[in-house]
């Protein structure tokens, strides 16, 4: 079973939704953030999303943009970044790994994929890369064992939907109305989204952009979402304190869906 | 998607899923309008009428060869950009958009932007990188002249890529109102191909101005390429012609350097500002920061259509360096009365070396802006 699976079905058993703490590999250093991705998984972090740096983040607001761009002035490469990626692994056998990144770095690496997959990721999203260009990409990620995720819309018809569905795996990163990574109104979620990709078959939704409060995660897992990635005020945080434990671990509490407490989750 | 986007391997649709939608209803538009006399018949009016197409074929009267220019400096706005932008411009208020965004290296299709914006309506926001904003002052003041407002881009080398990034960004959030009005032949699809389609009128012309005056097609076809839009229009209608196509590539201060914009020729294939083209990147994938004396072709990808021509052979590319398009320009200038853009003076470059080379060959260049905006630059360059 993959981790993703077995992580949804131990969630779901503790009536809790999903805490994805997003962190840029190499950001601001190779030590530091080697240290920040331990504090995000021992702070409650369901599933650790990673970006590789690429100079040009189209998707991504200023945050994440300068998080990337620190990691490059230190130097970072991509494979240092399979480094941190496979100490993590080494660390923590059971956390799910995905890896968040752009299409010009997954191309100009042969092998790029494969060497994800050894280092021990579980999952790989290129931001650029809409269920249109998709095909190719999915078939050799699967070919290396792991997982393709795939990005849905308010906007995205229910034709593309079908075709993310059938294309992903591992979940549906699932975005609200502003196309870009921290730059909008935290806390407002698509129920109609989840609803047409429940009706697609596409694999389990989690809401990717917009939660920065614990409000926002519990907005997001009532509007139907299994799980909530966090990325902008998580390293935000890292930028100006140095720490992520504080966010990550109150943003956890809020993805508890059961009112009584009885069976709240591992950092209890 | 009704079009593949795909030239051989080149171009496609390389953007996050929430901008596939608007691009999909730009595309309809596109084909829907190329199909509407109505629409045909406006966009011609306004080209003749408001622009002043066609633009004239000069022959050089005094350099050496047999060089013909043709005059896209001499339209109005002074550069090749206001062919498409009015295109562009009429298809946003086709799609009900009220809003123009655009970016810009030079300044010269954030002038044309703000032109159409003016003309037909529209608010506009030009996103320019900063350093680009210092370079060319006068054509910030003009774009604000027109009404249009400018947003300096820090972020990474401050120049064009930079601001394709923030439009692209901007784009995200406001595609339900906003029209991304691209200034060139690059990006996704379908820009590549609606832009060509737009400036294929500078080719169409000069292709039957030549046989006109001369009385059979030119030896040779030759024009400066940044993103590629004016080469791309230039070649367009030469395609099936037996007819040598060179595109010119910024050498900046030589090839063999960092300091340079030569994307097809030091470039290798990559992904960037949505389409698989050629790149200039590092050996992991990261866009390396260009230089270019001429902002218009100091940009990091290419046309992918360009990327087409190159591996089948069709189209040559060459490279012309800062210290040739300078002399160009001031030749241009000194044996001709012609002042014209940085840009255009890499292809007078290229084409100078072929009229010496070759003088008995008939060499049809785009002259694709005028140098007005550049003369500010010369001034301290040649002092």
Same mark, same amino acid.
């Given at each position: ?35 920040? @991705? ?66 010009? *770095? ?30 190719? $990409? ?59 990709? !429940? ?11 917009? /939660? ?16 909530? *990635? ?35 989750? &591992?950092?209890? | ?12 649709? $390389? ?10 209803? =730009? ?40 060089? $013909? ?49 003016? =003309? ?24 604000? @002249? ?69 009385? &059979? @097609? ?27 196509? /060179? ?20 470039? &290798?294939?990559? *992904?960037?500002?949505?389409? !698989?083209?050629?790149? @200039? ?5 990261? /866009? ?10 100091? $940009? ?15 189209? !040559? ?25 940085? !840009? ?22 785009? =002259? ?16």
């Amino acid at each position: 079973m993959s981790r993703y699976r077995a992580m949804f079905e131990t969630l779901s058993n503790r009536n809790e939704g999903a805490l994805g703490a997003f962190l840029m590999l190499g950001d601001p250093d190779l030590h530091t953030s080697a240290r920040l @991705l331990d504090e995000a998984v021992e702070a409650g972090a369901d599933m650790i999303e990673v970006g590789i740096p690429f100079s040009d983040p189209v998707a991504d607001g200023p945050v994440i943009q300068a998080a990337a761009r620190r990691a490059l002035v230190a130097g970072v490469r991509v494979g240092d970044c399979f480094g941190l990626i496979a100490a993590l692994r080494a660390r923590h056998s059971d956390v799910p790994i995905g890896i968040l990144t752009y299409a010009n *770095i997954v191309v100009a690496r042969a092998g790029f994929i494969r060497d994800a997959a050894e280092a021990g990721a579980d999952s790989l999203l290129i931001a650029d890369v809409p269920a249109l260009e998709a095909e190719p $990409y999915v078939r050799e990620v699967e070919q290396a064992g792991i997982e393709p995720v795939l990005i849905a819309a308010p906007n995205t018809p229910n034709l593309t939907l079908r075709r993310i569905a059938s294309l992903s795996k591992a979940y549906t990163y699932c975005v609200s109305r502003s196309g870009i990574t921290g730059t909008h109104e935290g806390g407002q979620f698509n129920r109609g989204l989840i609803e047409r990709l !429940e009706a697609s078959g596409a694999p389990a939704p989690i809401f990717g952009f917009g /939660i920065s409060r614990p409000e926002h995660v519990r907005s997001a897992l009532e509007a139907g979402a299994r799980g909530v *990635i966090c990325g902008s005020a998580i390293v935000d945080r890292a930028s100006r304190h140095g720490s992520v434990s504080e966010v990550v671990g109150l943003l956890k509490t809020a993805t508890f869906n059961d009112k009584g407490g009885t069976t709240r989750g &591992r950092n209890d | 998607m009704r079009l593949t986007g795909r030239f051989g391997r080149y171009g496609g649709c $390389y953007v996050p899923e929430i901008l596939v939608p608007p691009l999909e209803q =730009l595309e309809a538009a596109f084909l829907d309008a190329q199909e509407d006399e109505a629409f045909g018949a406006e966009l011609t009016g306004l080209l003749a009428n408001y622009a002043g197409r066609p633009t004239p074929l000069t022959r050089c009267r005094n350099l050496p060869g047999n060089v $013909y220019l043709k005059r896209e400096d001499l339209l109005h706005g002074g550069a090749h950009k206001t062919n498409q932008v009015l295109a562009q411009g009429l298809l946003a208020r086709r799609m009900g958009k009220t809003r123009l965004i655009a970016e810009t290296g030079a300044g010269q299709h954030g002038v044309a932007t703000a032109m159409a914006g003016a =003309l037909l309506g529209f608010q506009t926001v030009i996103y320019m990188g900063a350093e680009d904003v210092e370079r060319q002052k006068l054509n910030v003041f003009r774009m604000k @002249l027109m009404g249009a407002e400018v947003v300096a881009v820090e972020s990474g080398g401050r120049t064009l890529k930079d601001a394709i990034n923030e439009a692209l960004r901007d784009w995200s959030a406001s595609f339900e109102t906003t029209h991304y009005l691209l200034g060139t032949a690059a990006g996704p699809h379908p820009f590549p191909t609606m832009v060509r389609e737009f400036q294929r009128v500078i080719g169409r012309e000069a292709r039957s101005q030549i046989i006109e005056q001369i009385g &059979r @097609l030119p030896d040779v076809v030759v024009a400066c390429v940044g993103g590629g839009s004016n080469a791309i229009g230039l070649f367009a209608d030469f395609l099936d012609d037996d007819v040598r196509l /060179i595109g010119v590539e910024a050498a900046g201060k030589g090839l063999d350097g960092k300091q340079q914009g030569a994307t097809l020729l030091r470039g &290798r294939r990559g *992904i960037l500002h949505g389409a !698989e083209t050629y790149v @200039l990147q590092d050996d992991e994938g990261q /866009i390396e920061d260009t230089w270019s004396v001429s902002a218009g072709l100091d $940009y990091p990808a290419v046309g992918p259509e360009h990327a087409h021509l190159k591996d089948i052979g069709r189209a !040559e590319y060459v490279g012309a360096t800062d210290a040739e398009a300078l002399a160009s320009f001031k030749l241009l200038a000194e044996s001709e009365g012609i002042l014209c853009a940085f !840009e255009s003076a890499h292809a007078v470059a290229h084409a100078l070396k072929i009229a010496d080379a070759e003088p008995e060959r008939a060499v049809l260049v785009g =002259l694709s802006g005028r140098g007005d905006k550049d003369v500010g630059q010369a001034q301290a360059l040649f002092a």
